[in-house]
């Protein structure tokens, strides 16, 4: 912010409050964050330029609005104004700016912080609020996608490949990633490398690909526990971590975070234990909006992990709307830096606005972008749906048979029989199309090993390249 819009706010609280004020009081009652020793500067700039009057000394020092030069201030405050006039910002009203503006004072003369586990213990599921009523059902009206109760994933598979996309590219994106879209869209769709691109920034996308087909195939099983998130965070994190008994486990070692005067708790012990309690809240935690809202935030802040924290956060987030058919946050547009400035001012002063404002936009850029899909999916597939279990029923027992080939539609034409199937071919296609698309990452409910798998899909893929 430039000094003049500074100086215009210091006159105008003084002015306004009527009496004298302690650079204390004056702190309290400016709308903006100005670090002290720079408005003891502007105040003594202020002096002697006649528009403040100070009385008292050290501690003991008042200010005071010079009456006399309020003439000479409209003057200048309205040519002032003119010049440094409040440009409206896309994301964060002006109450959200001004929090925002304490980040402007270098991190290393800011205030340190720790972790606050308060924040975490004192929050009480479906009593807490972060997100109130209002905008619970302002984002659930653009965020709602099907009328009737259909099984747990069953909108994010319809756009799966939409959503693998967008999230890949926009969270990869918000890491300094630098694939383009449509480079990330041949990478997802056809596995084609971008020229130039650094190794760590293909294998990024690609685990992004992995881990939310991990959420979207398993909609219906997964539960919001460490199993989860140790299994998300091992699937974003694979390949890209020096040590790699890091992927998926609790730290052991300190990190930092860039930027911030806030150094996250160092403790192994505690932060499993915070971990589990930041879960088991979560779990109970009704609505939607506000359990994305709280994994968001708090498994961010946390930094269970040594490295892919927010990549974990943001996948976590949308568990919730995966689950319940509603419009996924993708962070689609969302700019970098806003982003983490947000989670930095949560981070050092524990404050939710910035962060909460963030997540309303993200939210509702998400739904428009995602209304044109919507309207286009037509009626959802009500046999896939029906025969859902059976399908996945079907597919353990191939696997676990480790059957190829032929011997897959002979044992699925049988299993079509006695478990009386309608459509029966209809039945088989959709089967060998799911197992064809079958990987590590989405065998939970088949009731299969991950050995298993990879035994069939190693001896699967050999059958298929001798049959060609």
């Not at 006649?50 to 003057?75: I, P, Q």
């Not at 009328?147 to 490949?161: F, H, S, V, W």
């Not at 428009?368 to 399908?391: F, H, M, P």
């Amino acid at each position: 912010m430039s000094l003049k819009k500074e100086n215009i706010l210091i006159l105008e609280s003084l002015e306004k409050s009527g009496v004298p004020l302690s650079i204390g009081q004056l702190e309290d009652k400016l709308a903006i964050s100005i670090h002290k020793k720079t408005l003891q500067r502007r105040l003594v700039q202020l002096v002697d330029d006649g528009f403040v009057l100070k009385t008292g000394e050290r501690r003991n020092t008042k200010y005071a609005f010079n009456k006399d030069k309020k003439s000479e201030l409209l003057g200048q405050l309205s040519e002032d104004k003119a010049e440094y006039q409040i440009i409206e910002h896309p994301i964060y009203s002006q109450t959200a700016l001004s929090l925002l503006s304490y980040l402007d004072t270098p991190s290393y003369a800011r205030v340190q912080s720790g972790y606050n586990p308060n924040l975490l213990n004192d929050y009480i599921p479906n009593e807490t609020q972060y997100v109130s009523d209002d905008l619970r059902a302002k984002l659930l009206s653009l965020g709602k996608r099907f009328d009737k109760r259909l099984a747990a994933g069953t909108y994010a598979k319809n756009i799966e490949q939409r959503l693998l996309i967008d999230l890949s590219y926009n969270s990869s994106r918000l890491e300094g990633n630098t694939y383009s879209k449509l480079d990330t869209e041949r990478l997802i769709e056809s596995g084609l490398t971008a020229d130039g691109k650094i190794h760590e920034e293909t294998v990024m996308i690609l685990n992004h690909k992995e881990a939310i087909l991990f959420l979207v195939e398993n909609a219906e099983e997964i539960d919001l526990n460490s199993f989860t998130i140790r299994n998300l965070h091992y699937l974003l994190s694979q390949d890209l971590l020096k040590n790699p008994e890091a992927c998926g486990n609790v730290r052991q070692v300190e990190v930092t975070i860039g930027k911030s005067a806030y150094l996250p708790l160092n403790n192994p012990h505690q932060l499993r234990e915070y971990l589990e309690v930041l879960l088991r809240k979560a779990q109970q935690i009704v609505d939607p909006f506000e359990q994305s809202f709280f994994l968001l935030l708090h498994l961010s802040y946390l930094q269970t992990f040594e490295d892919v924290n927010k990549r974990t956060a943001r996948l976590a987030c949308n568990i919730a709307f995966i689950k319940d058919n509603l419009c996924p946050l993708s962070f689609i547009d969302v700019p970098n830096e806003d982003y983490f400035k947000a989670l930095l001012y949560f981070y050092e002063k524990n404050n939710v606005q910035p962060a909460l404002e963030l997540f309303e936009w993200a939210y509702s850029r998400s739904c428009q972008q995602y209304e044109v899909v919507k309207a286009s999916l037509g009626e959802i597939d009500t046999y896939r749906i029906q025969y859902r279990n059976e399908r996945k029923q079907a597919m353990g027992e191939v696997i676990r048979q480790q059957l190829q080939g032929k011997a897959i539609e002979d044992f699925l034409k049988q299993f079509c029989i006695e478990n009386n199937i309608e459509s029966p071919d209809k039945f088989i296609v959709m089967t060998e199309n799911d197992l064809k698309q079958l990987h590590s990452g989405a065998i939970i409910g088949l009731g299969i090993t991950k050995n298993t798998f990879d035994e069939w899909k190693r001896n699967n893929d050999r059958f298929v390249g001798q049959s060609t």
